[in-house]
């Protein structure tokens, strides 16, 4: 008898997600495989927080199911399988807190006031594949965007999650500590950790995700950037008319005119770079 094959990192079926009783998101399936890597894209309020917020336990499933690996999410109850990453700009850091102690408080220690040696041996050891060993005992208050971001990063990752879920990790930073953080998640996707992450970043989805997912209240297209980022997908997502220019095998997305007057005729590039454009298998 063949071994039943292993249950997707994410199944999402039918669902309806959101707080109260209207929901964010509507009628969302979407299942991805373990070792996948997928980007969410949509404009503000979209409900791409919300898609991450589903995956953690943190919102109301109104209809349809929510499973990671293979076990159903439960409100309020984060699976130990998943890490997740919040949004820099959305963290209070003003909590006398170091950069260890954020670390180990990924690891959770039951009822114990202290950790183990360990549990701060692995505390320690991820911090130094993330450059953080020389801030150990700074207070997170201290950090630039980009170390709290890998501060949270370590948090995140001590447990070795199967599943690692990261809110805007290119917002805010600059553009080495997002080629950093780009170059850690596919060091982790290769080692076989499943990523899903929001951004706002067409340019950084098109180009280095092999992934991508529109939402604007659902599910608006689902697929490779090449074949998602096209202009009627992006009317549709953004609710706005977007040109893309095909240049050889580069296709870029722009502002459909220039906002300021004397500004030149052509399109300034403004988000999205796909290669090998081919006509789209998406629908809207
Ligand atoms: N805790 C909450 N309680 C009630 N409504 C919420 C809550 N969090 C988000 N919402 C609402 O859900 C909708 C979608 O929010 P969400 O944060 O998922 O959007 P987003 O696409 O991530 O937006 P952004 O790009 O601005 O971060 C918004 O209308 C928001 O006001």
């Not at 805010?172 to 080629?179: F, I, N, S, Y």
Request: glycine share 12%.
């Amino acid at each position: 008898m063949t071994p039943a094959p292993p249950p997707p990192a994410v199944r999402i079926t039918g669902a309806d997600l959101g707080y109260g009783r209207a929901p964010v998101l509507s009628g969302v399936d979407l299942h991805i495989e373990p070792g996948g890597f997928i980007g969410a894209v949509g404009p503000s309020g979209s409900g791409k927080t919300t898609l991450i917020r589903a995956l953690t336990g943190g919102c109301r499933l109104l209809r349809g199911g929510v499973s990671v690996f293979g076990a159903p999410v439960r409100h309020g109850r984060p699976s130990r399988d998943v890490g997740y990453v919040p949004q820099v700009g959305a963290a209070d850091t003003s909590f006398p807190i170091t950069v260890e102690q954020v670390a180990l408080q990924g690891l959770g220690n039951g009822l114990r006031p202290w950790h183990t040696a360990g549990e701060r041996h692995a505390a320690r050891a991820i911090l130094a594949r993330l450059g953080l060993e020389p801030l150990a005992r700074q207070a997170i208050a201290e950090l630039s965007g980009g170390e709290l971001q890998r501060a949270f990063l370590a948090r995140a990752l001590v447990r070795r999650p199967r599943l690692l879920l990261l809110d805007e990790p290119t917002s805010g930073v600059d553009l080495r500590t997002r080629h950093d953080v780009l170059h850690l998640l596919a060091e982790l996707n290769a080692e076989g950790m499943t990523v899903v992450l929001t951004t706002h970043d067409l340019n950084f989805v098109a180009t280095h995700l092999p992934r991508l997912v529109c939402l604007a209240g659902r599910v608006v297209a689902d697929g490779p950037p090449e074949a998602v980022l096209h202009p009627p997908v992006l009317r549709a997502t953004y609710g706005a008319e977007v040109r893309v220019i095909h240049d050889g095998n580069l296709v870029l997305v722009a502002d459909p005119a220039p906002l300021l007057a004397g500004a030149g005729q052509e399109p300034a590039p403004a988000a999205a770079a796909v290669r090998g454009h081919e006509e789209p298998p998406w629908s809207v």
